[in-house]
T-cell receptor
Framework: EPEVTQTPSHQVTQMGQEVILRCVPI?????FYWYRQILGQKVEFLVS????????KSEIFDDQFSVERPDGSNFTLKIRSTKLEDSAMYFC????????????FGSGTQLSVL | AQKVTQAQTEISVVEKEDVTLDCVYE???????LFWYKQPPSGELVFLIR??????QNEISGRYSWNFQKSTSSFNFTITASQVVDSAVYFC?????????????FGKGTTLSVSS
């Protein structure tokens, strides 16, 4: 089965630093998502992206966050100035776009902000 | 607003017991999709099932079965003859039908521990 690929699997950064989390969605998928999961908590929606623009975002996705699809294959999440509370597992997901189709999730990037 | 409630935070069972994980949802949409995902200790999210709001037929897949009841807004998941490998966090999720890009909204998850 095709896979969503995320790199790196673990990222450690200092508070205030910028981080970029990278994802390669499945090649024929059109809708892309970022979710995060703080340790022991639920999976929270951050943002969805379609046709080179954000289609939906949650309250969590403030000005510190941005997403980009720079080259037609990668899908990135940038956190401009990380805070301790940004420490979480970040999941990228994609789907082809048919209504109700399942999301394919990547294996996640564990971000630790020190 | 959409909401998914998984009231059971943690469940512990002994191998071979049957266990049911509850999921109750809220939505104003008349058409929507419900999902279950499994998150084993390794951390990835594994798709288990999708059900649309038009289809209230229960589904069985091996030891797994799902009971969708629109009247009570519930989509419960039963594991029959549980095994240690079933130990994981299980998430119920909901998405709207009307917009293909609409995100999944997850419940808080139920941690299932199966001991031998």
């Amino acid at each position: 089965e095709p896979e969503v690929t995320q790199t790196p699997s673990h990222q450690v950064t200092q508070m205030g630093q910028e981080v970029i989390l990278r994802c390669v969605p499945i090649s024929n998928h059109l809708y892309f998502y970022w979710y995060r999961q703080i340790l022991g908590q639920k999976v929270e929606f951050l943002v969805s992206f379609y046709n080179n623009e954000i289609s939906e975002k949650s309250e969590i996705f403030d000005d510190q966050f941005s997403v980009e699809r720079p080259d037609g294959s990668n899908f990135t999440l940038k956190i401009r100035s990380t805070k301790l509370e940004d420490s979480a597992m970040y999941f990228c997901a994609s789907r082809r776009g048919v209504d109700g189709e399942k999301l394919f999730f990547g294996s996640g990037t564990q971000l630790s902000v020190l | 607003a959409q909401k998914v409630t998984q009231a059971q935070t943690e469940i512990s069972v002994v191998e071979k017991e049957d266990v049911t994980l509850d999921c109750v949802y809220e939505t104003r949409d008349t058409t929507y999709y419900l999902f279950w995902y499994k998150q084993p200790p390794s951390g990835e999210l594994v798709f288990l099932i999708r059900r649309n709001s038009f289809d209230e037929q229960n589904e069985i897949s091996g030891r797994y079965s799902w009971n969708f009841q629109k009247s009570t807004s519930s989509f419960n998941f039963t594991i029959t003859a549980s095994q240690v490998v079933d130990s994981a966090v299980y998430f119920c999720a909901l998405s709207s039908f009307n917009q293909a890009g609409t995100a999944l909204i997850f419940g808080k998850g139920t941690t299932l521990s199966v001991s031998s």
